[in-house]
């Protein structure tokens, strides 16, 4: 079972930016697609961004607004996850998962490993 350790929340102004990180466990990283969600309090969890397995495809929610954006080292066993111009509306709990498949999907029943997660506040 893949281990997936999120790093990089905090607590920030609106309009400042944050990079999320994700530190994958084993040595088949770049075999599969992986993906960012987030949960708002009382809200369900919503896809934010995938990317596949070698980096070459990438799939962003129409929140993300050009405002984020994912990337993958498989050097390293890491996917991150750049948010600029932060608003109150995108704090929540923020999750990285590992989909089933080398290419990029949304849904939550694509992904079978996930996260803690890493709260991501921004304050206005």
């Known amino acids: 079972q893949v281990q997936l350790v999120e790093s990089g929340g905090g607590l920030v102004q609106a309009g400042g930016s944050l990079r999320l990180s994700c530190v994958a466990s084993?040595?088949?990283?770049?075999?599969?697609?992986m993906g960012w969600f987030r949960q708002a309090p009382g809200k369900e969890r919503e896809f934010v961004a995938s990317?596949?397995?070698?980096?070459?495809?990438?799939y962003y929610a129409d929140s993300a607004e050009g405002r984020i954006t994912i990337s993958r080292d498989n050097a390293k066993n890491t996917v991150y996850l750049q948010i600029n111009s932060l608003k109150p509306e995108d704090t929540a709990v923020y999750y990285c998962?590992?989909?089933?498949?080398?290419?990029?999907?949304?849904?939550?029943?694509?992904?079978?490993?996930w996260g803690q997660g890493t709260q991501v506040t921004v304050s206005s």
């Open positions: 998962a590992r989909a089933t498949s080398n290419g990029v999907v949304s849904t939550t029943r694509s992904f079978d490993s």
């Open positions: 084993g040595r088949t990283f770049s075999s599969y697609g």
């Open positions: 990317i596949s397995g070698n980096g070459r495809s990438r």
